[in-house]
Nanobody, 126 residues
Framework: QVQLVESGGGLVQAGGSLRLSCAASGRTLSRYIMGWFRQAPGKEREFVSAIMWSGGSTRYADSVKGRFTISRDNNKNTVSLQMNSLKPEDTAVYYC???????????????????WGQGTQVTVSS
């Protein structure tokens, strides 16, 4: 089992930047495909980005492509999401998730992920 804790959320003006971090304990993160999801009030949880075990393959939602960058440091057991050019529609609770499947698919489907953090709030003001 792996425990995930997100940090780095906050309030930022439109056009600003934030860097989210996800720290893992319990197991080494190198065994997991890692993803970021978000959920705005009244909406379903949606995929943001994901990264393969070694970081060699990444995937982004169209809505964040070119603005967000996912990375991982398996030595530090962390995954990060650099968010630039933030927009009010990026406002949501952001969740870190881990997929323990040995199949090497960087999935955008929440049900594929086995472990979730508690989330960190990101609010972008206009």
């Amino acid at each position: 089992q792996v425990q995930l804790v997100e940090s780095g959320g906050g309030l930022v003006q439109a056009g600003g930047s934030l860097r989210l971090s996800c720290a893992a304990s319990g197991r080494t993160l190198s065994r997991y495909i890692m993803g970021w999801f978000r959920q705005a009030p009244g909406k379903e949880r949606e995929f943001v980005s994901a990264i393969m075990w070694s970081g060699g393959s990444t995937r982004y939602a169209d809505s964040v492509k070119g603005r967000f960058t996912i990375s991982r440091d398996n030595n530090k057991n962390t995954v990060s999401l650099q968010m630039n050019s933030l927009k009010p529609e990026d406002t949501a609770v952001y969740y870190c998730a881990a997929d323990r499947s040995p199949v090497g698919i960087v999935s955008s489907i929440p049900s594929r992920y086995d472990y979730w953090g508690q989330g960190t709030q990101v609010t972008v003001s206009s």
